[in-house]
């Protein structure tokens, strides 16, 4: 996706010697990232971060160091359009059904469900408000393109043309849309290994040696197709069905009959005109200039801080208002539309679950070029037995296969991080087909085949082939995009303009883990 005629991405590089307390195992020091302050953020440019293990918290952008730290955090991806529902799933959504239609109140919890069953990966995120940047607004504004352009040019070393700089961006952008499109889309488990089942002991469960039980709604259901058949063979007078075209009507009408319910079915359900509640979701921009955002704001931050103090034993200091605007409404994304994109344009949103006329959930997403990438999510305790966190993810794996009937590239659910050696984390796994992020190569794999590998080490290679490297490695440091004194120019021209002690060891490193592309197109901050 092109970001024509929008403003560049500028960050601040902090790097991430210090250690932090890790919200997943509690070690004071082991949570290991590297971090930068996006002052803006193009949406292409954050899909891209992401799409290399960055993920934001506010205007926080941190990528943790994989090897080191306590707790390695594999960025996870739903293929949205291939999405199966499992059982429990549909048991989720039934729920909420019965509940809005009859009122049915059910406080039985799954036990594969986690009491707060969401993308919980910024809980703890002192880091963050740490590393705040302090640069002033006017240190932040580019001089005019003419005097960029004469700067970008005055270095005469590199020995290419702009050209063929243009051309490597392109290249690079591009492959790593492609890794994205070529994904394997089966999600199935492997099947090389062959099951044996062997018959239980009486009262230890269904024999799988045997035919499986079967319903009797399915039994009545095959019933009445083969009558079905049998009337329609009835009225062919004179003619004769061949036994493949009966095995063919007979397969046909099986198939519209059994179809799976889709999650789209369960939500858009037609509900009865005495229903007992109203459920109604809204799609809001994370902006004070909307007229909806704005007059929702107390009542959403009042539900924020209800929240992280009754299910993360907040103190009312730790989730006022201004802690509310830091983490939740302060986006370092340029709201963007696109001829080719939703409707609703790219960018941070807030998805506001009101019932009966009052928000008991919010889902904090961003919507990119590829993917649907949720950020957060708080709701009220005392609706804790409608699985909140279970039905809003489900809400937003059915959003993006809606967003993708108008944007065809943007068909993928960013979950965050999925984080094995955490097992209350390991429920983000069970939203099938998934993929993680290899941490070398940035190359999606198949969860199936992850996790064993997983199941031995809790820092992994995914990719398999070890001659493959990262693609969108940095390969020339000059090429980096600096902004100086209000003057973009690249790196090259910076270290010679430079007085004081070299940074290119830091630069080096911002520039190899947000990769080349990025690197180019992104300014970073030096004063």
């Not at 290419?160 to 490597?168: G, I, R, S």
């Not at 031995?456 to 100086?484: M, P, T």
Request: aromatic residues 10%; contains cysteine.
């Amino acid at each position: 996706m092109a970001a024509a005629g929008s403003s560049p991405s500028i960050v601040e590089y902090f790097g991430g010697e210090d250690g932090y307390r890790c919200g997943y195992c509690k070690n004071e020091s082991g949570n290991l990232s590297h971090g930068m302050w996006a002052h803006s953020m193009t949406v292409q440019d954050y899909q891209d971060l992401i799409d290399r293990g960055w993920r934001r918290s506010g205007k926080y952008v941190y990528k943790p160091i994989m090897n080191q730290t306590c707790c390695p955090q594999y960025t996870i991806r739903c293929q949205a359009l291939h999405f199966q529902t499992s059982k429990s799933h549909k048991k989720v959504l039934k729920k909420m059904l019965k509940f809005i239609s009859k009122g049915d109140v059910s406080k039985v919890v799954s036990e594969e469900e986690p009491m707060d069953s969401h993308i919980e990966d910024v809980v703890s995120c002192d880091f963050a408000y740490k590393s705040e940047s302090h640069v002033s607004q006017s240190e932040l504004t580019p001089l005019s393109e003419d005097h960029a352009e004469r700067v970008e040019n005055e270095d005469k070393d590199t020995g290419e043309t702009k050209e063929e700089v243009n051309q490597q961006t392109v290249e690079s952008g591009s492959l790593q849309i492609c890794a994205d499109r070529d994904t394997p889309v089966s999600g199935e488990p492997s099947h090389s290994a062959k099951t044996v089942h062997a018959p239980p002991k009486p009262g230890k469960g269904a024999d799988l040696s045997k035919p499986p039980c079967r319903k009797a709604k399915d039994i009545r259901k095959e019933r009445k197709l083969q009558k079905l058949l049998q009337n329609q063979m009835r009225t062919l007078e004179g003619s004769q069905l061949q036994a493949g075209d009966q095995v063919c009507l007979l397969e046909n009408s099986k198939s519209k009959a059994n179809q799976p319910k889709t999650i789209e079915d369960f939500i858009f359900d037609a509900l009865p005109d005495d229903a007992r509640h109203k459920l109604e979701v809204r799609l809001v921009p994370v902006s004070f200039e909307d007229p909806q955002f704005k007059s929702s704001f107390s009542q959403s931050a009042t539900l924020f801080a209800k929240y992280q103090m009754a299910i993360h034993k907040d103190t009312p200091s730790d989730c006022g208002e201004n802690e509310f605007t830091r983490f939740l409404c302060d986006s370092p994304l340029e709201a963007e539309n696109a001829p080719n994109g939703p409707e609703c344009g790219y960018g941070s949103f807030h998805q506001q679950y009101w019932l009966d006329g009052k928000i008991i959930a919010v889902g904090v997403i961003d919507i990119l070029p590829y993917c649907v990438s949720s950020v957060y999510l708080y709701y009220d305790p005392d609706y804790s037995f409608l699985s909140l966190g279970v039905y809003s993810a489900l809400r937003e794996i059915a959003f993006t296969r809606q967003l993708h009937e108008k944007a065809p590239d943007l068909c993928f659910y960013y979950m965050g991080f999925y984080i094995h050696s955490c097992p209350k984390m390991r429920y983000k796994g069970q939203y099938r087909p998934s993929d993680l992020l290899c941490p070398e190569t940035y190359v999606w794999t198949p969860i199936e085949q992850c996790l064993p590998l997983l199941e031995h080490s809790k820092y992994c290679r995914f990719n398999q082939d070890v001659k493959a490297v990262d693609e969108g490695r940095i390969k020339e440091l000059g090429r980096v995009r600096v902004l100086h004194k209000r003057t973009v120019m690249p790196y090259s021209v910076y270290k010679k303009r430079r007085k004081g002690p070299s940074d290119e060891a830091s630069v080096q490193q911002y520039a190899s883990l947000v990769g080349q592309t990025c690197s180019e197109r992104m300014l970073l901050f030096r004063s």
